[in-house]
Each structure stands twice: as C-alpha cells, then as structure tokens.
C-alpha cells in the first residue's frame, strides 16, 4: 500500500506545472525601465500634477487642446526630460538625475501629442516661446485683461487666484506662466488668451508684457532690479 501511495504522489507531481519553489512566468517582475506601456507610464510620473488622463490638477492640463497646438515634441520632450529648474517639475530623464530612459520619455511625450485635436484654430494663435516682454507696459497689460479676475495687485479676486504671490511664482517659470496665460485652465474656468476681453485677443507682446510684470514680483527679480 505504501509502495502505491509514493508512485501515485510521485505522478502527480511530475504532472503538475507549479512545483512549490519554481517561479510562474505570469508572476515575473518587470523591471522599471522595461516599462512601455504610456497609460502606467502617465499614472506613475505625470498623473500627481497633471491630473488623470491629463485632465489637469495641480498643473496643467496636458491634454488642453491649445496647450497641445502650442507645443510641439521638442518642447514637451525637453521638459518631460529636463524638468524646469527652480520648480517642481524635476528632471525625468535618466541622464538628467532622473528614472525614466529615453524609450520611456519617447512613449510619454508621443502618448500625449496622441490627445491633440486638429481643429484648434491656427489664426492669431500665439508661439510657444517668445523674447522677455517690457514689466513696465505689463502693467497696463494685466489691468485690462487679468484685473476683473483676479484683482488689481494680483492678489486674487472674485473669479481667480492669486497670481503675483511670491510663494507661487516660486514655483513657476516665466515659460510656465505665458503658456498658462495662453491656454488658461478651462478646467477651472480659466479662459485662453482669447477670452479675457470678449472680442479681443491678447497678442504675443502682450501676453510677454505681462509675463515680465508678473515675474517682476518674484524677491529675487526685485533684488536684481534695484
């Protein structure tokens, strides 16, 4: 009897797939840097700042449709890789400090240029990036488009934040504010540059102008300007 209880658990055993010990190919562990996939990609790295599926958060949204139509695979790629000194976004790359290869930065930078529409309207449509604007004539710039919003000094107002506070301009680049004053945040009712003043679009010196006066609050833009 014993004979045949240790040949039937030996067939068993040899029958079976999963050995206690023997590692099941389903259960192997990738590798953080094997990672491909846009959508885990996203979630782990952008979806803290940015939103879920790029909605906006704390950051803007990366899948604002004029946000897209302003910034091409070279501008998102330089900051998904780069990061933007002086604030919060840190660098991505590995061969800038960070933790994703450049195959990584590649599927996030195609996968959210994937969420650009084609009918965004081209006429008058502001550059990306432009030359520093005049502080001084920023001023006036702000009064007539960003003053019923969010307060004559910048403080925050009936229908916006507070935009000229020095604890948040710390954290931001000028390049972060011209490209929030010409997308907005319509997820937070924030218009674009078209619709602050019903029927007149801020134009590309203007939106400079009143990047230079809102930077111009920073401490350390005070100190080198005396």
């Known amino acids: 009897m014993n004979i045949r209880l240790a040949l039937a658990a030996v067939l ?10 023997r ?8 590798r953080p840097e094997q990672i491909l996939d846009f959508n885990i990609l996203y979630k782990e790295n952008c979806s803290g700042c940015h939103g879920a599926d790029g909605a906006g958060g704390a950051s803007i949204a990366l899948r604002d449709p004029v946000f897209l139509a302003i910034a091409d695979d070279a501008a998102i790629r330089n900051i998904a890789s780069a990061g933007v000194p002086g604030t919060q976004m840190t660098p991505f790359a590995q061969s800038k400090g960070g933790m994703l ?10 996968g959210i240029r994937a969420w650009a529409r084609a009918d965004v309207p081209r006429d008058g449509l502001p550059p990306y990036a432009a030359p520093p604007g005049d502080p001084q ?28 506070n020095v604890a948040y301009l710390a954290l931001v680049s000028d390049q972060y504010l011209r490209t929030m004053v010409i997308a907005g945040r319509p997820e937070l009712g924030a218009p674009d540059w078209r619709g602050n003043v019903n029927g007149r679009p801020m134009t590309s010196g203007e939106i400079s102008d009143v990047v230079a006066w809102l930077a111009s609050h920073r401490p350390s833009q005070r100190s080198t300007s005396k």
């Not at 040899?14 to 050995?19: I, K, M, S, T």
């Not at 290869?101 to 195609?110: A, M």
């Not at 019923?148 to 009936?158: A, E, I, T, V, Y």
């Open 101 to 110: 290869t450049d195959k990584q930065i590649d599927v996030l930078v195609h």
């Open 137 to 164: 004539h920023g001023a006036t710039v702000y009064a007539i488009f960003c003053a019923s919003c969010h307060g004559p000094d910048g403080q925050g107002g009936k229908g916006g934040s507070s935009i000229a």
């Open 23 to 30: 590692a099941d190919e389903r259960e192997e562990v990738v």
């Open 12 to 21: 068993t055993l040899c029958g079976c797939d999963r050995l206690p010990g």
